[in-house]
């Protein structure tokens, strides 16, 4: 069984497509099949978790979405004797639906049409367009990896409370540096900050650099397994690409902003269902109230308690496994 999966990276786009992609592809590994990654742009972190995993790589060359991009990836498919190909990016057009010789599972935020075998769209309040043949729909379909198929630890009340803090792969928004001007000027100096910050993000040094001067604020780089940071705090601080369910999944109440139109939807729903305070879009959120949004949450233990529960009934974090099923069983 070969999965091959075309899904691209960079500073602009972020990994979210990748990582979630890399998901499914563990999912797949799990059950003993094989899988081939087709990418431009991955972060050299990324790349290694592909080594690690046992994923072969193979790099595009050709323009990224082009006609002859399409073609190559159908021939590496019948060269592999591939079972699936998932698509997932906005650039990679309808060439990537059909014609390829195989069944092809489509990965979209958006209510596009599709002539995908299975159309994938895992945000909470999920729509299709009429045209889809088959949808997988809703958090119950959220790809996430292998670690987060664990049980959370028990909601934490903490008095002085940990925050993590993290903007995606790449932060193409720079949320990152936003956010640390107003740790700089002494906002929450009783919060301790987990500062994760993204494998692509071409200011991954400075940034280091600037947080490492800060007592209260604890700087990663490019982690490979989020599940011990998450578990670690009582409430997060997230730009709200697909991290939206990573969050969910170990019950971690977030102040979450949308780098990206796609993302204001799932973002809202999240935060109606009681999970999430949503700031708005990036271009639109001010110093203040992020600022105030953390300032409030870092102190009301209750709050926390309730958004944490809601939480629970968002997503489990075995999405990645029911996709593989269901491809298997269509299969």
Request: no cysteine.
């Given at each position: 069984m070969r999965l091959?999966?075309?899904?691209?990276a960079s500073p602009a786009m972020g990994t979210g497509h990748a990582m979630r992609c890399l998901a499914l592809a563990q999912a797949w590994r799990d059950r003993g099949g094989e899988v081939t990654f087709r990418s431009a742009g991955l972060p050299e972190s990324l790349v290694k978790v592909l080594d690690d995993e046992e994923i072969v790589l193979d790099r595009v060359t050709e323009t990224p979405g082009s006609n002859?991009?399409?073609q190559r990836t159908a021939a590496l498919c019948a060269m592999a004797d591939a079972t699936w190909l998932v698509v997932d990016g906005y650039h990679l057009g309808?060439?990537?639906d059909v014609g390829l010789g195989l069944p092809v599972l489509r990965i979209d935020d958006r209510p596009v049409s599709s002539e995908a075998t299975y159309f994938l769209n895992q945000n909470l309040g999920a729509e299709v367009s009429p045209s889809v043949k088959d949808a997988l729909l809703g958090p119950h379909y959220a790809l996430l990896r292998r670690e987060f198929r664990t049980s959370p630890h028990a909601t934490k009340l903490s008095q002085f409370a940990t925050c993590i803090v993290t903007f995606g792969g790449a932060d193409p928004k720079g949320l990152s540096t936003r956010w640390l001007a107003l740790v700089e000027a002494g906002l929450c100096e009783a919060v301790h900050f987990v500062f994760v910050i993204g494998g692509a993000n071409p200011l991954r040094?400075?940034?280091?650099s600037a947080a490492s001067g800060r007592p209260n604020v604890e700087p990663h780089v490019a982690v490979a397994n989020m599940v011990p940071f998450l578990d670690r705090a009582d409430f997060a601080v997230s730009a709200a690409g697909s991290t939206l369910w990573e969050l969910a999944a170990r019950q971690v109440p977030a102040i979450v902003i949308a780098a990206a139109?796609?993302?204001v939807a799932p973002a809202r729903a999240v935060a109606d269902a009681g999970a999430a305070v949503f700031l708005g879009s990036a271009e639109n959120v001010s110093d203040l109230a992020l600022s105030h949004a953390m300032a409030t949450l870092a102190v009301d233990r209750e709050r926390r308690k309730k958004m944490a529960d809601a939480a629970l009934q968002i997503t489990d974090g075995l999405g990645a496994e029911r996709v593989v099923e269901r491809l298997l069983s269509a299969r």
């Open positions: 091959v999966v075309r899904a691209d002859e991009d399409a309808s060439a990537f040094d400075a940034l280091v139109e796609v993302e």
